[in-house]
């Protein structure tokens, strides 16, 4: 069983890193591998719309130049899929939208390649804007026939130093148990899901 993360913070290790890093801990400890890919600095580029994914549906995007294709087959062969983004102007950073984008219509195009995968949002946040972030995150997840689990707050964690979701503990806390969450999910769902369709 394994869960892939992506931190589409500009910021390398920053608050998103670590609300991440939170929920991936209690997965490892719940006997789930765990990857996180930073995507800051990286280059990412948004959806041309040229839709050749739906001609060619062999799982990859036209765009060669970024890692989008290495990142729909991380994504096809995990159990669990996390996205954590900052909150920029009350929505996602512009990396985790061009991911969405990509891979999304990939997917779609293919089939529904991350179909009953579970998915996680998570969200770092200074004051305002957490929700629609964490809304559209979610979207993303519903359209592609994934099943998200819950936690006791919404996955959100405040802060804006790098660093300063420290002292956020009810968001440290509503990580660790939405990575309670997303292992037990897993493990009742998945290896039923893998047998009947492959994935
Ligand atoms: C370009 C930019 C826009 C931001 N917009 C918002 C915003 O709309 N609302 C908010 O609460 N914080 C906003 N912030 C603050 C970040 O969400 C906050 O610092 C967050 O903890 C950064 O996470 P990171 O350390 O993972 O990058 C913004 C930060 C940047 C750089």
Redesign the pocket.
């Known amino acids: 069983m394994k869960v892939v993360a992506f931190n589409g ?3 390398k290790d ?4 670590i609300l991440i890093r939170r929920v991936l801990k209690v997965l490892e400890e719940g006997g789930i591998e765990t990857e996180l890919i930073q995507l800051a600095g990286e280059p990412i580029r948004g959806c041309n719309a040229c839709r050749t994914c739906y001609e060619t549906k062999n799982e990859r995007c036209i765009v060669e130049d970024d890692k989008v294709n290495e990142y729909v087959q991380k994504m096809k062969a995990a159990d669990g899929i996390i996205l954590g983004s ?5 929505m996602m950073t512009s990396e985790m939208k061009a991911l969405i984008d990509r891979t999304g219509y990939v997917a779609r195009a293919n089939n529904h390649l991350f179909k009953r995968k579970v998915g996680a949002a998570v969200v ?7 929700m629609p972030t964490f809304d559209a995150i979610n979207h993303f997840f519903l359209i592609s026939q994934m099943i998200v689990p819950g936690s006791s707050y919404w996955n959100l964690g405040v ?2 130093k ?1 660093g300063e ?1 420290e002292t956020d503990k009810e968001g440290l806390e509503t990580m660790d148990t939405l990575g309670k969450n997303i292992a037990w999910l897993i493990k009742k769902t998945r290896p039923a899901a893998r047998k009947k369709k492959g994935r």
Not at 124 to 130: F, H, L, P, Q
């Open positions: 913070s500009g910021r920053g608050n998103t890193a900052p909150t920029y102007f009350s770092a946040v200074r004051r305002a804007g957490g802060g804006n790098k979701v």
